[in-house]
């Protein structure tokens, strides 16, 4: 155990992570020193809220300066481990510190997209089974200030990103890794500076997930997707895999769990990670009844395929959360009605070629192009042979929504699927649903 009592403790970025690293080690009676790349002016409340409780600052352009003078410093996961004023440092995280403190058994879940319904999924069958479950990582709420809470007879749920697991020393008892293939090639973030080189760095990042399991663990891949599969090379632990099947239906082993007509969420790929979080609930003890009510209970997450309102009879689809082309792909293919796809945003180093070819043989009656990433999304549809209407130019998600109002007919679906960040025209991808809800919510 770790003491951390009168320790100096740095704390790189006060995100919603970093914020509860401060919370976490002024329980424990540390000094804490908090940095950020943003001034006491632009922190505004957080400044004055952490100047109660902190031994010192390090802000803007001087965040970084010798840390090394400091007992632990802590990094968020948007700060990249390569700036080089942290090479040769030892830097730890809320991630590594959770994995080393935990007392309970925990289930990791990672991958490109997926992991927030996956990890959810997971929760609401172990809550199903009655046994005490927590929900952290990039869904739920941040863990470090709970783990004295949390009992070895509980279990811990989370999902990993590639930059909290990229520094990972420890694996997950349990890890699931979904459908991996690239994200952050490109940061746009002026709050963050991690991001991976290429496609082959973002894939090696993520395999902390299985790199540090015993023989006594548990991975489990999807079967149709090969980077998810080459995972189980990685590991000593038992391997458990699941694959998409001709009836539209998951299974545990022999055992039905769901079919598509029987669930809720919106899509085939959602088979995917209903049978990914129903394998690793089973793998944690939870009995299949219990897997069974929650997959056909459950309704998904904000900002994945979310139906936000139906007008005129046009439905109009949230799925801000696709921030790759992959997602927005899978979005297309959940729809048999004609659509009017929202696309676009700033730059993540993703090739739009095979959203293209979605775009142009599928239901797309119309392309509203938005952001940065506008002019790449285009020429990829119109490359494809896409011929339906193309909206260009709108500035504003008021602009956005109301162009689409005046193309949709009775029986279309508006379908909000960027295929790409949010960063130039949103805060983030929140921001940029909610906005999209909002203007829905006027029509």
Not at 67 to 93: C, H, W, Y
Not at 378 to 395: E, F, H, L, M, R
Request: net charge neutral; hydrophobic share 40%.
């Amino acid at each position: 155990m770790h003491v951390f009592k009168n320790k100096k403790v740095a704390i790189l970025g006060l995100s919603v992570e970093g914020l509860d690293s401060v919370k976490f080690f002024h329980e424990e009676g540390a000094r804490i020193w908090c940095c950020d790349r943003r001034t006491r002016e632009e922190l505004g409340q957080v400044y004055t809220d952490l100047k109660k409780i902190a031994a010192g600052f390090q802000l803007g352009d001087a965040y970084l300066k010798d840390v090394d003078r400091f007992d632990f410093v802590v990094r968020t996961p948007g700060m990249s481990i390569r700036v080089p004023e942290l090479q040769g440092k030892a830097i730890t995280s809320s991630t590594k510190l959770f994995f080393d403190l935990c007392p309970a058994p925990i289930i990791g879940v990672t991958g490109t997209k997926g992991k927030g319904t996956t990890s959810t999924l997971i929760t609401k069958m172990v809550e199903a089974s009655g046994k005490k479950v927590w929900l952290g990582g990039n869904v739920g709420v941040p863990l470090l200030s709970q783990v004295k809470k949390i009992q070895p007879t509980d279990i811990v749920v989370l999902e990993l990103s590639s930059f909290q697991l990229e520094d990972l020393t420890v694996s997950p008892h349990i890890a699931v890794v979904l459908r991996t293939t690239q994200e952050h090639l490109a940061n746009q973030d002026k709050l963050a500076s991690n991001f991976h080189v290429s496609r082959e760095a973002y894939v090696e990042a993520k395999k902390s997930i299985v790199r540090y399991q015993t023989h006594d663990d548990v991975v489990i891949v999807n079967e149709d997707d090969p980077t998810s599969s080459s995972f189980a090379a990685e590991t000593p632990a038992r391997v458990l895999s699941f694959h998409r099947r001709n009836d539209h239906s998951v299974y545990v082993g022999s055992e039905k769990i769901c079919s598509l007509d029987e669930i809720k969420l919106r899509g085939e790929h959602n088979l995917d990670n209903i049978a990914a979080a129903s394998l690793a609930a089973f793998s944690a003890g939870v009995p299949l009844e219990a897997i069974r009510i929650a997959a056909r209970a459950f309704e998904g997450l904000e900002h994945r395929l979310e139906s936000v309102r139906r007008v005129a009879n046009v439905l109009y689809v949230n799925d801000s959360f696709s921030t790759v082309p992959e997602t927005a792909i899978a979005a297309l293919e959940s729809f048999t009605e004609p659509i009017i796809l929202i696309a676009g945003g700033s730059e993540k180093g993703s090739d739009f070629t095979e959203l293209g070819i979605a775009i142009a043989r599928g239901r797309v009656k119309a392309l509203i192009a938005i952001g940065k990433m506008t002019d790449r999304i285009v020429t990829a549809a119109k490359n494809a042979g896409y011929a339906n209407t193309i909206v260009t130019g709108c500035s504003s998600m008021h602009e956005i929504v109301d162009s689409a109002k005046k193309i949709a007919t009775s029986g279309d679906v508006v379908l909000l699927s960027p295929a790409c960040a949010s960063f130039d025209m949103f805060t983030n991808y929140k921001e940029r649903g909610k906005l999209f809800k909002h203007e829905v919510s006027l029509l």
